[in-house]
C-alpha cells in the first residue's frame, strides 16, 4: 500500500525514467500540465531549462501513477504543483534528490533524481528511439549535450549496426546466422 508520499514518489520516479524530464521541470508541473486523454505531459516555457516549450509522451503506467496520484490529492490543492509535499506546498529538488537517493541505497544502487534522466535517455536509445527523438525528448538544443548524457557500449554499437544491416539491405539479403565464411 502506498502513503501518498510515497504514491508522489513512485508517479515521480515513472514520470522521470519514462520521459527523461529534468527534475527541476517535473517538480513544477501544474495539473493543467497533465493531458491524459492525449498521453502526454506539456513543459511550458517558463519551466523549462532552456526556456523553449516542449511536449512529452507517457506511457500508460506512468499515466496510471499520475492519475492515482491527482485521485487523492485534496480538493483544496487547486494551485499546487502535481508532486507537492503534503501540505500542498512545492516539493523541493534537494528534498526528492534526498528521497532518490535514500530509496537506491534501499535497493543496492547509487542513484540520483539525475542519473534517471541519464538512463531514461540511454534505454530510450537502446529500445529503439533515435538520436533526434532523445534531442528533443530531453529538451536539448544540441546534439552534443545529448551525446554527453548517453554513453554506448560496444554491444549497444554493434546492436545498433545490426539493427540498420545497411549493406545487407542494399545487397537484398538476410544477415548469416552462425554460418562460417568460406572462401571463394
Known amino acids: 500500500m502506498f502513503s501518498n508520499t510515497g504514491l508522489r514518489d513512485y508517479a515521480l520516479i515513472c514520470l522521470q525514467v519514462d520521459t527523461g524530464i529534468r527534475p527541476g521541470e517535473a517538480l513544477q508541473l501544474m495539473p493543467d500540465d497533465y493531458h491524459p486523454e492525449k498521453g502526454e505531459v506539456i513543459i511550458r516555457a517558463e519551466v523549462a531549462k532552456t526556456r523553449t516549450p516542449r511536449v512529452l509522451p507517457l506511457a500508460a503506467p ?50 540520483t533524481a539525475y542519473s534517471l534522466r541519464h538512463a531514461a535517455a540511454l534505454l530510450l536509445l537502446r529500445r529503439g528511439a533515435d538520436a ?19 554513453n554506448l557500449t560496444t554491444e549497444d ?24 565464411v568460406r572462401k571463394l
Not at 506546498?89 to 530509496?103: A, D, G, H, N
Open 62 to 111: 506512468t499515466m496510471t501513477a499520475v492519475d492515482k496520484l491527482l485521485a487523492v490529492r485534496p480538493i483544496t490543492w487547486k494551485g499546487a504543483p502535481i508532486f507537492a509535499t503534503e501540505s500542498g506546498q512545492p516539493f523541493s529538488v534537494t528534498e526528492y534528490s534526498r528521497r532518490v537517493k535514500t530509496y537506491g541505497k534501499e535497493c543496492g544502487l547509487d542513484i
Open 132 to 150: 533526434f527523438t532523445v534531442q528533443n525528448i530531453l529538451g536539448h538544443s544540441s546534439m552534443q549535450m545529448t551525446r554527453h548524457y548517453v
Open 157 to 180: 554499437t554493434k546492436r545498433g549496426h545490426g539493427k540498420a544491416g545497411v549493406i545487407l539491405s542494399i545487397l537484398g539479403k538476410e544477415a548469416p546466422k552462425n554460418q562460417r
